[in-house]
């Protein structure tokens, strides 16, 4: 068993009696749902609901909306959660990543541009905080790719640069700026490296030789 109260949980007696108590009380398909995120297609209560109780789910993404609406959506998803969901947003160049109205700060090739940290630390900070504002716990960024191939669409300014050693200096910075807002979360992407194809991998099959 995980010892809970050490790096990086660090949960109190009553904490880890909490996790110890639920994962006994829950059914196989509860602990496999919670392996998934889902990417939700509506905001309606009663979709929300189903999508909760039937499946179970460790995590949701979400289509972008006014913070309002966001905000409503993330309570009614924590209301049906046994387990409190982790809800995720695409924060990599500002609060504009969580809701329509958030604040755009930068792709993050300008923050690289400039070499400083404090850019890039302040970037996950912001960013971080209009998330959680409206619920959110969680961010897919930084983007800790490299373009190898200047035609890779997906990712050629939405990387901190080419040179790995100013990608990796730059999100984690990004990360400590995040994760100064209690309870967030990152998520570095993209596994297991994206920018050798030209190819978009959200549209297309791309090759990765890595």
Not at 19 to 44: H, N, P, W, Y
Not at 155 to 178: N, Q
Request: glycine residues 10%; contains cysteine.
């Amino acid at each position: 068993m995980t010892d809970l109260k050490k790096n990086p949980y660090y949960l109190s007696d009553e904490d880890c009696k909490w996790v110890q108590d639920t994962i006994a009380g829950m059914t196989e398909e509860e602990k496999v749902g919670q392996l998934f995120f889902q990417l939700t297609q509506s905001r309606d209560e009663a979709y929300l609901k189903g999508l909760m109780e039937t499946y179970h789910l460790g995590g949701c993404r979400y289509n972008s909306a006014p913070g309002k609406d966001i905000q409503e959506q993330n309570r009614i998803l924590q209301k049906y959660a046994r387990i409190p969901v982790l809800i995720a947003c695409n924060t990599e160049g500002g609060g504009d990543g969580a809701c329509a109205d958030g604040t755009p700060i930068a792709s993050e090739i300008k923050i690289g541009a400039t070499g400083n940290e404090d850019y890039a630390r302040a970037l996950g900070k912001m960013s971080s905080e209009e998330a959680a504002a409206i619920g959110c716990n969680m961010a897919f960024a930084p983007i800790c790719d490299i373009p190898y191939n200047w035609e890779n669409t997906e990712i050629i300014t939405r990387s901190f640069g080419s040179d790995p050693e100013l990608v990796a200096k730059m999100s984690a910075a990004y990360m400590e700026g995040a994760h100064s807002t209690p309870g967030f979360a990152c998520t570095a992407k993209h596994f297991p490296g994206n920018g050798l194809d030209f190819r978009d991998a959200h549209i297309a099959n791309n090759v990765n030789t890595f």
